[in-house]
């Protein structure tokens, strides 16, 4: 029964993640990119300037609540969080599956998708913003079901289409949270590395969650503002420091990524050698669930943000891709390639925690749990308010069927997680196993929330222009420009 199951999740997988998906995928990406005048790159200076230069000053965020900007965190703060969301476990465990299935070409995908991905958020999280709704309080929520409902359905006069789409993707999303591989990652490697039973485990990081969000939403941003950029500093320099102690095998190590991006070898999971299909397949479905550009998940967080202009925040979501990926997601996969190890029959946080042991010692094993315990719990806090918000839209308008969803939410909301861990304990599942079930989650969200980014295509440059115009000195100011949907 158990195998049959997992055979079936399998085909499954293949399935899904087949060539429409694929060119569904990258194909948005370069559309994107083009129609953006490549945004991601050209504009990059000014990406990394309103991250590190108005996000740090406090002054900036207050001038914005002072002058009646609406929304419920502080820029860095929902950049905090989305950056908590996508730098998790999916960057060290999931990154070694795919390298381990896939082989070190899974890599050059990643980055394919990481750098065309970099647009993609930026469309998302900008059509959030503009659509977005808002209490009586004047806190903010939203996301692709009201960009979906209002965009498509409202502004295109595609009704039906619209409601249709939002609903679909709604349960497509749902579903997924059953999927949340935070807690088997983290229990995995601390229960493997002390020798501890794993549902022990497990029901700790349940109750340190749990800990977490019975507190409200802004206190969660604050966490988020402190962990993160500890976390991000604290794994690049142990990984940099692994990569360099081997300097001398870096450029065969490259020489695997780009040869192996269009042959492939696969390391376990039964493949004599992984075919370029599934060396493909991997490296997108594991840079997708990383950085979630396309997925639809981070634009609900970012609809949370205090920012005057929704391209404000799209920008925040080019370096959330950026750090994510390029950074590190390469630095794990450097780590891996380099040592050797990708071959030795390890799958996932395993085989990085092995790196880390021989790279710099049992104290580099409890380096890098450190810096995953601290990954999963900002992962599971951005999940969390991500659920949040799709509970919100199904409770409607109603604030006290809102107040129900918000307490069911933090009933139920770590719950899942334990449950796929129980089930990968029971039939004793390697990483790789367990992480079809990740990939099978994303699937179907992506697909839907990449078609209706692109219908709304015109509302994201209309945006753009707009923005070049009023903060980069491009073009004329329309002074009679909606920057959102519902103003007056």
């Known amino acids: 029964m158990g195998m049959a199951f997992l055979s079936f999740i399998e085909w499954l997988v ?23 005048g490549f945004f991601q790159f050209l504009s990059f200076p000014h990406v990394i300037s309103q991250t590190f230069g108005r996000l740090f000053k406090k002054s900036v965020a207050e001038a914005e609540k002072a002058s009646g900007v ?37 890599v050059f995908w990643m980055w394919i998708a990481g750098l065309t991905g970099q647009i993609i958020k930026m469309v998302e999280v900008t059509l959030a913003v503009h659509y977005r709704s808002v209490h009586e309080d004047g806190s903010t929520y939203g996301g692709p079901t009201y960009y979906i409902k209002k965009g498509i359905g409202r502004d295109m006069g595609w009704k039906k289409i619209g409601s249709a789409l939002s609903v679909l993707f709604w349960l497509a999303f749902m ?33 340190c969650i749990y800990l977490i969000i019975w507190r409200d939403i802004k206190k ?9 950029p500890f976390m991000c500093v604290f794994y690049i320099a142990s990984s940099l420091f692994i990569i360099l102690k081997d300097a001398s095998a870096i450029p065969n190590t490259f020489k695997l990524i780009f040869q192996g991006a269009f042959t492939g070898t696969a390391a376990v999971g039964g493949f004599t050698g992984a075919v370029f299909a599934r060396v493909i397949q991997t490296g997108l479905a594991r840079s997708v669930y990383s950085n979630e550009a396309g997925w639809g998940s981070s634009p609900m ?32 996969s450097l780590v891996v390639v380099n040592s050797g190890e990708w071959s ?6 395993s085989l990085t925690l092995s790196v880390f042991t021989h790279g710099v010692g049992f104290w580099g094993r409890i380096t890098l749990l450190v810096g995953l315990a601290l990954f999963g719990l900002t992962t599971s806090i951005g999940l969390y308010m991500q659920f949040g918000t799709l509970l919100q839209y199904a409770a409607g308008d109603s604030p006290e069927r809102q107040k129900m969803a918000a307490l069911f939410n933090k009933c139920f909301y770590p719950l899942p997680g ?71």
């Not at 796929?420 to 029971?426: D, I, S, V």
Request: proline fraction near 5%; include cysteine.
């Open 418 to 488: 334990m449950l796929l861990l129980f089930y990968a304990y029971k039939f004793n599942l390697p990483p790789y196993k367990v992480w079809m079930f990740i990939d099978l989650s994303l699937g179907i969200p992506i697909f839907i929330n990449l078609i209706a980014i692109l219908l709304l295509t015109p509302k994201f440059l209309s945006l753009l222009k707009d923005y070049r115009a009023r903060y980069m000195g491009i073009g004329k100011v329309d002074p009679n420009f909606k920057v959102f949907s519902d103003d007056k």
């Open 14 to 36: 293949d399935q899904l993640w087949g060539t429409p998906l694929i060119v569904l995928v990258l194909g948005s990406g370069v559309f994107f990119t083009v129609m953006s």
């Open 344 to 349: 030795s029959g390890l799958d996932g946080a």
């Open 220 to 228: 969660i941003g604050e966490i988020a503002g402190l962990l993160v």
């Open 70 to 106: 609406k929304g419920t965190l502080k820029p860095f703060q929902t950049l905090a969080i989305a950056v908590g969301a996508v730098v998790g476990p999916g960057n060290i465990g999931g990154v070694a599956s795919a390298i381990a299935i896939g082989g070190p070409g899974a």
């Open 301 to 332: 967080i970012h609809a949370t943000a205090t920012t005057d202009h929704p391209i404000k925040q799209g920008v925040l979501g080019v370096f959330e891709v950026f750090m994510d990926t390029i950074v590190i997601c390469s630095l794990t």
């Open 175 to 207: 579903v997924s949270y059953l999927f949340n591989i935070e807690n088997y990652t983290v229990s995995e490697a601390i229960a493997t590395t002390f020798n501890w039973n794993m549902l022990a485990v497990s029901a700790v990081y349940v109750a």
